[in-house]
Protein backbone atom coordinates (compact mmCIF):
# COMPACT_ATOMS: atom_id res chain seq x y z
CA UNK A 1 0.00 0.00 0.00
CA UNK A 2 1.43 3.31 -1.10
CA UNK A 3 0.60 6.23 1.69
CA UNK A 4 -0.26 9.25 0.33
CA UNK A 5 2.17 12.08 -0.75
CA UNK A 6 0.91 14.29 1.61
CA UNK A 7 1.46 12.32 4.83
CA UNK A 8 5.01 10.74 3.45
CA UNK A 9 5.99 14.60 3.41
CA UNK A 10 5.36 15.23 6.86
CA UNK A 11 8.37 15.87 9.12
CA UNK A 12 8.99 13.31 11.81
CA UNK A 13 9.06 15.14 15.42
CA UNK A 14 12.17 15.62 16.78
CA UNK A 15 10.97 14.77 20.21
CA UNK A 16 9.97 11.15 19.07
CA UNK A 17 13.35 9.55 20.04
CA UNK A 18 14.01 11.54 23.03
CA UNK A 19 10.87 10.31 24.42
CA UNK A 20 11.13 6.27 23.05
CA UNK A 21 14.55 6.51 24.67
CA UNK A 22 13.36 8.35 27.82
CA UNK A 23 10.14 6.03 28.06
CA UNK A 24 12.72 2.81 27.56
CA UNK A 25 14.72 3.90 30.69
CA UNK A 26 11.96 4.56 32.98
CA UNK A 27 10.56 0.93 31.99
CA UNK A 28 14.09 -0.24 32.54
CA UNK A 29 13.78 1.03 36.05
CA UNK A 30 15.86 4.42 35.77
CA UNK A 31 15.31 7.28 37.76
CA UNK A 32 14.52 9.74 34.69
CA UNK A 33 13.22 13.24 35.03
CA UNK A 34 11.33 14.05 31.49
CA UNK A 35 11.16 17.84 31.26
CA UNK A 36 9.50 17.73 27.55
CA UNK A 37 5.60 18.42 29.28
CA UNK A 38 3.38 20.44 27.52
CA UNK A 39 0.70 20.41 29.75
CA UNK A 40 0.35 22.19 32.97
CA UNK A 41 0.59 19.61 36.25
CA UNK A 42 -2.48 20.85 37.66
CA UNK A 43 -5.84 18.93 37.65
CA UNK A 44 -8.75 19.95 35.57
CA UNK A 45 -10.46 22.39 38.59
CA UNK A 46 -13.45 20.36 40.08
CA UNK A 47 -16.38 22.74 39.75
CA UNK A 48 -15.25 21.83 35.92
CA UNK A 49 -15.50 18.19 36.26
CA UNK A 50 -18.59 18.41 38.73
CA UNK A 51 -20.26 20.36 35.68
CA UNK A 52 -19.55 17.61 32.67
CA UNK A 53 -20.29 14.64 35.08
CA UNK A 54 -23.93 16.40 35.62
CA UNK A 55 -24.43 17.26 32.12
CA UNK A 56 -23.92 13.47 31.40
CA UNK A 57 -26.58 12.63 33.91
CA UNK A 58 -28.73 15.02 32.42
CA UNK A 59 -28.56 13.39 29.46
CA UNK A 60 -26.32 16.02 27.73
CA UNK A 61 -24.57 13.00 25.22
CA UNK A 62 -25.87 13.66 22.48
CA UNK A 63 -24.64 15.21 18.71
CA UNK A 64 -24.22 18.84 19.47
CA UNK A 65 -23.94 21.16 16.70
CA UNK A 66 -21.12 20.85 14.34
CA UNK A 67 -19.35 24.40 15.07
CA UNK A 68 -20.34 24.16 18.97
CA UNK A 69 -23.09 24.44 21.53
CA UNK A 70 -24.45 27.91 21.41
CA UNK A 71 -24.61 28.37 24.88
CA UNK A 72 -20.68 27.74 24.68
CA UNK A 73 -20.00 30.58 21.46
CA UNK A 74 -21.89 32.99 23.67
CA UNK A 75 -19.56 31.91 26.76
CA UNK A 76 -16.70 32.23 24.46
CA UNK A 77 -18.05 35.79 23.11
CA UNK A 78 -18.59 37.08 26.62
CA UNK A 79 -14.76 36.23 27.64
CA UNK A 80 -13.72 37.93 24.47
CA UNK A 81 -15.74 41.20 25.55
CA UNK A 82 -14.60 40.88 29.28
CA UNK A 83 -10.85 39.96 28.56
CA UNK A 84 -10.18 42.09 25.43
CA UNK A 85 -12.71 44.55 25.27
CA UNK A 86 -13.19 42.42 22.09
CA UNK A 87 -17.11 42.32 20.29
CA UNK A 88 -18.47 39.20 18.37
CA UNK A 89 -21.28 37.46 17.06
CA UNK A 90 -21.52 33.70 17.59
CA UNK A 91 -21.47 33.42 13.87
CA UNK A 92 -18.05 34.83 14.18
CA UNK A 93 -17.01 31.71 16.69
CA UNK A 94 -16.45 27.96 16.27
CA UNK A 95 -15.66 25.76 19.09
CA UNK A 96 -12.90 22.57 18.10
CA UNK A 97 -11.34 19.67 18.73
CA UNK A 98 -8.56 21.53 20.71
CA UNK A 99 -7.17 25.00 19.73
CA UNK A 100 -4.93 22.10 17.61
CA UNK A 101 -7.75 21.42 15.84
CA UNK A 102 -8.59 24.98 15.18
CA UNK A 103 -5.77 25.90 13.46
CA UNK A 104 -6.05 22.82 11.24
CA UNK A 105 -9.52 23.24 10.15
CA UNK A 106 -8.20 27.03 9.39
CA UNK A 107 -5.39 25.77 7.36
CA UNK A 108 -7.47 23.37 5.39
CA UNK A 109 -10.37 26.24 4.70
CA UNK A 110 -8.10 29.47 3.45
CA UNK A 111 -5.25 27.33 2.02
CA UNK A 112 -4.62 26.53 -1.70
CA UNK A 113 -1.45 25.16 -3.27
CA UNK A 114 1.84 27.77 -3.60
CA UNK A 115 -0.22 29.69 -0.84
CA UNK A 116 2.45 30.75 1.56
CA UNK A 117 2.06 30.96 5.19
CA UNK A 118 5.02 33.11 7.13
CA UNK A 119 5.88 31.39 10.39
CA UNK A 120 8.05 32.37 13.06
CA UNK A 121 11.21 30.85 14.21
CA UNK A 122 11.19 29.14 16.97
CA UNK A 123 7.71 27.75 16.19
CA UNK A 124 5.60 25.28 17.68
CA UNK A 125 6.34 21.87 15.73
CA UNK A 126 3.03 21.46 14.11
CA UNK A 127 2.61 24.86 12.13
CA UNK A 128 4.81 23.92 9.35
CA UNK A 129 3.20 20.09 9.40
CA UNK A 130 -0.13 21.34 9.38
CA UNK A 131 0.28 24.02 6.28
CA UNK A 132 1.86 21.47 4.18
CA UNK A 133 -1.22 19.50 4.89
CA UNK A 134 -3.23 22.23 3.18
CA UNK A 135 -0.95 22.64 0.61
CA UNK A 136 0.52 25.23 1.68
CA UNK A 137 4.28 26.18 1.78
CA UNK A 138 5.08 27.57 5.25
CA UNK A 139 7.89 30.47 4.72
CA UNK A 140 10.84 30.75 8.13
CA UNK A 141 10.95 33.98 9.51
CA UNK A 142 13.79 34.18 12.85
CA UNK A 143 13.20 35.85 15.49
CA UNK A 144 16.93 36.67 17.35
CA UNK A 145 17.15 35.46 20.34
CA UNK A 146 18.76 39.23 20.73
CA UNK A 147 15.39 40.51 20.33
CA UNK A 148 13.80 37.90 22.70
CA UNK A 149 13.06 35.34 19.59
CA UNK A 150 10.52 38.28 18.62
CA UNK A 151 9.90 39.21 14.55
CA UNK A 152 10.13 43.07 13.77
CA UNK A 153 7.74 44.75 11.43
CA UNK A 154 10.83 45.24 9.19
CA UNK A 155 11.54 41.63 8.96
CA UNK A 156 8.11 41.01 8.11
CA UNK A 157 8.45 43.47 4.75
CA UNK A 158 11.13 41.26 3.60
CA UNK A 159 9.82 37.75 3.32
CA UNK A 160 6.11 38.90 2.15
CA UNK A 161 5.39 37.80 -1.02
CA UNK A 162 2.41 38.10 -3.85
CA UNK A 163 1.96 34.48 -2.84
CA UNK A 164 1.78 35.71 1.19
CA UNK A 165 -1.37 34.46 2.60
CA UNK A 166 -1.18 34.44 6.30
CA UNK A 167 1.21 35.12 9.29
CA UNK A 168 1.50 33.07 12.69
CA UNK A 169 1.77 34.70 15.62
CA UNK A 170 2.09 32.92 19.37
CA UNK A 171 2.24 34.94 22.20
CA UNK A 172 3.18 34.18 24.94
CA UNK A 173 5.02 31.87 22.70
CA UNK A 174 5.93 28.15 22.85
CA UNK A 175 8.52 26.87 22.85
CA UNK A 176 9.98 30.53 23.94
CA UNK A 177 7.81 31.99 26.41
CA UNK A 178 8.47 35.49 24.52
CA UNK A 179 5.34 37.77 24.72
CA UNK A 180 4.70 40.97 21.84
CA UNK A 181 4.08 44.05 23.24
CA UNK A 182 1.24 46.56 22.08
CA UNK A 183 3.64 48.43 20.45
CA UNK A 184 5.35 45.63 18.49
CA UNK A 185 2.34 44.16 17.49
CA UNK A 186 1.02 47.30 16.17
CA UNK A 187 3.72 48.07 13.84
CA UNK A 188 3.81 43.93 12.76
CA UNK A 189 -0.31 44.89 11.91
CA UNK A 190 0.24 48.15 9.84
CA UNK A 191 2.42 46.17 7.79
CA UNK A 192 -0.22 42.89 7.29
CA UNK A 193 -3.01 45.45 6.70
CA UNK A 194 -0.58 46.91 3.81
CA UNK A 195 -0.23 43.82 2.16
CA UNK A 196 -3.56 42.00 3.17
CA UNK A 197 -1.80 39.35 5.13
CA UNK A 198 -4.48 37.17 7.23
CA UNK A 199 -3.24 36.82 11.00
CA UNK A 200 -3.31 34.03 12.96
CA UNK A 201 -3.08 34.82 16.47
CA UNK A 202 -2.36 31.34 18.62
CA UNK A 203 -3.19 33.00 22.09
CA UNK A 204 -3.38 29.44 23.79
CA UNK A 205 -1.17 30.45 26.71
CA UNK A 206 -2.92 33.99 26.72
CA UNK A 207 -3.68 33.36 30.94
CA UNK A 208 -0.16 32.36 31.59
CA UNK A 209 2.06 35.74 31.54
CA UNK A 210 4.35 36.93 34.02
CA UNK A 211 6.41 40.00 35.60
CA UNK A 212 3.47 41.98 36.07
CA UNK A 213 2.97 42.35 31.58
CA UNK A 214 0.02 42.58 29.93
CA UNK A 215 -1.11 39.88 27.23
CA UNK A 216 -2.45 42.03 24.16
CA UNK A 217 -4.30 40.73 20.92
CA UNK A 218 -3.13 42.26 17.88
CA UNK A 219 -7.37 41.90 17.25
CA UNK A 220 -7.79 44.55 20.00
CA UNK A 221 -5.57 47.47 18.41
CA UNK A 222 -8.13 48.45 15.90
CA UNK A 223 -10.99 47.29 14.15
CA UNK A 224 -8.46 46.83 11.06
CA UNK A 225 -6.72 44.46 12.73
CA UNK A 226 -9.80 42.59 14.29
CA UNK A 227 -10.91 41.87 11.07
CA UNK A 228 -7.43 40.74 9.60
CA UNK A 229 -7.23 38.35 12.66
CA UNK A 230 -8.05 35.00 13.44
CA UNK A 231 -8.23 33.94 16.83
CA UNK A 232 -6.98 30.85 18.20
CA UNK A 233 -7.41 29.68 21.66
CA UNK A 234 -8.80 27.40 24.13
CA UNK A 235 -8.73 25.79 27.64
CA UNK A 236 -5.84 23.25 27.77
CA UNK A 237 -3.33 25.44 28.92
CA UNK A 238 -5.52 27.90 31.38
CA UNK A 239 -7.66 25.85 33.12
CA UNK A 240 -5.77 22.56 32.52
CA UNK A 241 -7.90 20.71 30.21
CA UNK A 242 -6.09 19.53 27.85
CA UNK A 243 -7.69 15.93 27.82
CA UNK A 244 -10.79 17.38 27.23
CA UNK A 245 -9.98 18.89 23.63
CA UNK A 246 -11.89 22.18 23.67
CA UNK A 247 -10.62 25.16 21.52
CA UNK A 248 -12.02 28.26 19.77
CA UNK A 249 -11.34 30.59 16.62
CA UNK A 250 -12.84 33.98 16.23
CA UNK A 251 -12.68 36.03 13.21
CA UNK A 252 -14.21 36.48 9.59
CA UNK A 253 -17.90 34.63 9.79
CA UNK A 254 -16.74 33.76 5.97
CA UNK A 255 -14.08 31.49 6.95
CA UNK A 256 -15.76 30.71 10.72
CA UNK A 257 -18.51 29.27 8.30
CA UNK A 258 -16.37 27.29 5.74
CA UNK A 259 -14.31 25.98 8.88
CA UNK A 260 -17.41 24.79 10.37
CA UNK A 261 -18.43 22.74 7.02
CA UNK A 262 -14.99 21.16 6.89
CA UNK A 263 -15.48 19.73 10.74
CA UNK A 264 -19.20 18.95 9.90
CA UNK A 265 -16.83 15.91 7.33
CA UNK A 266 -14.49 15.50 10.15
CA UNK A 267 -15.14 15.28 13.97
CA UNK A 268 -19.15 15.87 13.39
CA UNK A 269 -18.91 18.33 16.64
CA UNK A 270 -16.70 18.67 19.96
CA UNK A 271 -17.35 15.86 22.44
CA UNK A 272 -20.91 16.71 24.29
CA UNK A 273 -19.20 16.40 27.50
CA UNK A 274 -16.33 18.66 26.91
CA UNK A 275 -18.33 21.62 26.24
CA UNK A 276 -20.42 21.53 29.23
CA UNK A 277 -17.34 21.56 30.90
CA UNK A 278 -15.98 24.10 29.09
CA UNK A 279 -19.33 26.07 29.71
CA UNK A 280 -18.59 25.87 33.50
CA UNK A 281 -14.85 26.97 32.86
CA UNK A 282 -15.43 30.33 30.99
CA UNK A 283 -18.92 31.01 33.54
CA UNK A 284 -17.81 29.50 36.70
CA UNK A 285 -14.63 31.38 39.19
CA UNK A 286 -11.46 32.19 37.18
CA UNK A 287 -9.95 31.59 40.76
CA UNK A 288 -7.92 28.77 40.19
CA UNK A 289 -6.54 30.05 37.05
CA UNK A 290 -5.17 33.16 38.88
CA UNK A 291 -3.46 30.34 41.19
CA UNK A 292 -2.17 27.93 38.40
CA UNK A 293 -0.82 30.93 37.02
CA UNK A 294 1.32 32.38 40.08
CA UNK A 295 2.47 29.04 40.91
CA UNK A 296 4.18 28.75 37.26
CA UNK A 297 5.55 32.22 38.05
CA UNK A 298 7.09 31.37 41.29
CA UNK A 299 8.86 28.18 39.58
CA UNK A 300 9.98 29.70 36.59
CA UNK A 301 11.56 32.71 38.70
CA UNK A 302 13.66 30.05 40.84
CA UNK A 303 14.16 27.80 38.21
CA UNK A 304 15.56 30.81 35.86
CA UNK A 305 17.71 32.05 38.80
CA UNK A 306 19.59 28.45 38.99
CA UNK A 307 19.78 27.74 35.12
CA UNK A 308 22.07 30.79 34.36
CA UNK A 309 24.33 29.40 37.16
CA UNK A 310 25.25 26.16 35.24
CA UNK A 311 28.60 26.62 33.07
CA UNK A 312 27.69 27.21 29.60
CA UNK A 313 24.14 27.62 29.78
CA UNK A 314 21.91 31.46 28.91
CA UNK A 315 18.63 32.12 28.83
CA UNK A 316 15.86 34.79 27.77
CA UNK A 317 13.60 35.26 30.27
CA UNK A 318 9.88 34.57 29.24
CA UNK A 319 7.17 36.40 29.94
CA UNK A 320 4.70 33.52 29.38
CA UNK A 321 3.89 29.91 28.83
CA UNK A 322 5.67 27.29 30.86
CA UNK A 323 8.93 27.21 29.23
CA UNK A 324 12.60 28.12 29.30
CA UNK A 325 14.69 28.05 25.78
CA UNK A 326 18.21 28.42 26.92
CA UNK A 327 20.79 28.04 24.47
CA UNK A 328 23.73 25.30 24.85
CA UNK A 329 25.55 26.16 22.06
CA UNK A 330 28.77 27.09 24.56
CA UNK A 331 28.17 23.81 26.52
CA UNK A 332 27.93 21.41 23.45
CA UNK A 333 31.53 23.36 22.58
CA UNK A 334 32.86 23.01 26.76
CA UNK A 335 31.48 19.08 26.38
CA UNK A 336 32.75 18.34 23.01
CA UNK A 337 29.53 17.32 21.49
CA UNK A 338 29.23 18.43 17.67
CA UNK A 339 25.17 19.37 18.17
CA UNK A 340 22.69 20.13 21.05
CA UNK A 341 20.89 16.83 19.31
CA UNK A 342 24.12 14.67 20.75
CA UNK A 343 24.57 16.69 23.57
CA UNK A 344 20.63 15.78 24.58
CA UNK A 345 20.90 12.36 23.67
CA UNK A 346 23.98 11.88 26.38
CA UNK A 347 22.11 14.23 28.87
CA UNK A 348 19.49 11.25 28.93
CA UNK A 349 21.98 8.49 28.69
CA UNK A 350 23.89 9.23 31.26
CA UNK A 351 21.88 11.69 33.93
CA UNK A 352 18.70 10.10 32.83
CA UNK A 353 17.20 14.13 32.14
CA UNK A 354 14.97 14.44 28.87
CA UNK A 355 15.39 17.57 27.04
CA UNK A 356 13.41 18.49 23.91
CA UNK A 357 16.28 19.85 21.61
CA UNK A 358 15.24 23.07 19.68
CA UNK A 359 15.86 21.81 16.44
CA UNK A 360 12.27 20.58 16.60
CA UNK A 361 11.17 23.95 16.36
CA UNK A 362 13.83 25.14 13.97
CA UNK A 363 16.50 26.79 16.94
CA UNK A 364 19.51 23.67 16.63
CA UNK A 365 21.53 25.90 19.23
CA UNK A 366 18.68 25.82 22.14
CA UNK A 367 16.50 23.16 23.78
CA UNK A 368 13.24 23.18 25.31
CA UNK A 369 13.12 22.64 29.11
CA UNK A 370 9.18 22.64 30.84
CA UNK A 371 8.36 24.08 34.40
CA UNK A 372 5.47 22.14 34.37
CA UNK A 373 6.82 19.85 37.29
CA UNK A 374 7.37 20.13 40.78
CA UNK A 375 9.91 22.54 41.56
CA UNK A 376 11.91 19.98 43.58
CA UNK A 377 11.67 18.11 40.21
CA UNK A 378 13.21 20.53 38.15
CA UNK A 379 15.92 21.42 40.62
CA UNK A 380 17.70 18.16 40.64
CA UNK A 381 17.15 17.77 36.89
CA UNK A 382 19.47 21.61 36.63
CA UNK A 383 22.00 19.68 39.62
CA UNK A 384 22.15 16.39 37.06
CA UNK A 385 22.55 18.84 34.19
CA UNK A 386 25.38 21.02 35.88
CA UNK A 387 27.40 17.78 37.38
CA UNK A 388 26.70 16.19 33.37
CA UNK A 389 28.75 19.73 31.87
CA UNK A 390 31.61 19.76 35.11
CA UNK A 391 32.05 16.12 34.26
CA UNK A 392 32.78 16.39 30.64
CA UNK A 393 34.25 19.74 30.44
CA UNK A 394 37.81 20.16 28.61
Known amino acids: MKLAKRVEALTPSTTLAITAKANQLKAEGHDVIALGAGEPDFNTPIHIIEAAYESMKEGHTKYTASGGLLSLKKAI ?4 KQDQGLTYETSEIIVSTGAKHSLYSLFQAILDEGDEVIIPIPYWVSYPEQVKLADGTPVYLEGKEENGFKITAEDLKNVITKQTKALILNSPSNPTGSLYTADELRAIGEVCLEHDVLIVSDEIYEKLVYGG ?17 IIINGLSKSHAMTGWRIGFA ?9 MTNLDSHSTSNPTTTSQHGALAAYNGTQEPVEEMRQAFEERMNKVYDRLITI ?3 TCVKPNG ?10 AVSMTGFNSVDEWVEALLEEEKVALVPGSGFGAPDNVRLSYATSLDTIMEALDRIERFINSKRK
Not at 77 to 80: A, C, F, G, H, S
Not at 250 to 258: F, L
Open 311 to 313: PGI
Open 321 to 330: AFYLFPNATE
Open 213 to 229: VKHTSIAELSPELKKQT
Open 250 to 258: AGDAKIIKA
Open 77 to 80: VNKL
